[in-house]
T-cell receptor, first 111, second 117 residues
Framework: AQRVTQPEKLLSVFKGAPVELKCNYS??????LFWYVQYSRQRLQLLLR??SRESIKGFTADLNKGETSFHLKKPFAQEEDSAMYYC?????????????FGTGTRLTIIP | GAVVSQHPSWVICKSGTSVKIECRSL??????MFWYRQFPKQSLMLMAT?????????EQGVEKDKFLINHASLTLSTLTVTSAHPEDSSFYIC?????????????FGPGTRLTVL
């Protein structure tokens, strides 16, 4: 069964310190993984996707198939990074893709 | 960027009544819309997938007669909670996707908070 695990419900980091939000997945095929972010009083929005290998707002995430992980990292945390972060996995065949979300990690940046 | 709206943003209703929630893609045509439910401090749980002009596909455990979904146009999908009960109180979120591939982004609505008294 497809599953996304985010082991930390809460994470507090000092401003300027490195951030790592953990995400592990279980999926039998080749995974498509995303990170979504929800800032306070705002809607859920896409942060980045592994297939693009991009860096958004200083965040990066590398797919590690050996460890079945897709951790989100940023070298220097900023106060505006405080938000709820969800890791998500695509499941289903072509034309029937759906997202399975992890339980989320609330990141708080301490000034 | 693509915008998805939901209406109403919150609704309070009496037990036994039905409530309709609208999800609109404002500046793009959505071939597929998704309906999620989110309990407090929990993740988003997919309820159903809605394709324009066809019947919705419900996830296991979701009652299709309880949660009626209609996707009448490429910009509008509605979720009707029929004969609502207090246990249906939740945050309902829709998303819309313009393409059919996994890499096509889902754009999320702001959510609708339903409280059933």
């Amino acid at each position: 069964a497809q599953r996304v695990t985010q082991p930390e419900k809460l994470l507090s980091v000092f401003k300027g310190a490195p951030v790592e939000l953990k995400c592990n997945y279980s999926y039998s095929g080749s995974p498509e993984l995303f990170w979504y972010v929800q800032y306070s009083r705002q809607r859920l929005q896409l942060l980045l996707r592994h297939i693009s290998r991009e860096s958004i707002k200083g965040f990066t995430a590398d797919l590690n198939k050996g460890e079945t992980s897709f951790h989100l990292k940023k070298p220097f945390a900023q106060e505006e990074d405080s938000a709820m972060y969800y890791c998500a996995l695509v499941r289903g065949g072509f034309g029937n893709e759906k997202l399975t979300f992890g339980t989320g990690t609330r990141l708080t940046i301490i000034p | 960027g693509a915008v998805v709206s939901q209406h109403p943003s919150w609704v309070i209703c009496k037990s036994g009544t039905s409530v309709k929630i609208e999800c609109r893609s404002l500046d793009f045509q959505a071939t597929t819309m998704f309906w999620y439910r989110q309990f407090p401090k929990q993740s988003l749980m997919l309820m159903a997938t809605s394709n324009e002009g066809s019947k919705a596909t419900y996830e296991q455990g979701v009652e299709k007669d309880k949660f009626l979904i209609n996707h009448a146009s490429l910009t509008l999908s509605t979720l009707t909670v029929t004969s609502a009960h207090p246990e249906d109180s939740s945050f309902y979120i829709c998303s819309a996707r313009s393409g059919e591939g996994a890499t096509d982004t889902q754009y999320f609505g702001p959510g609708t908070r339903l409280t059933v008294l």
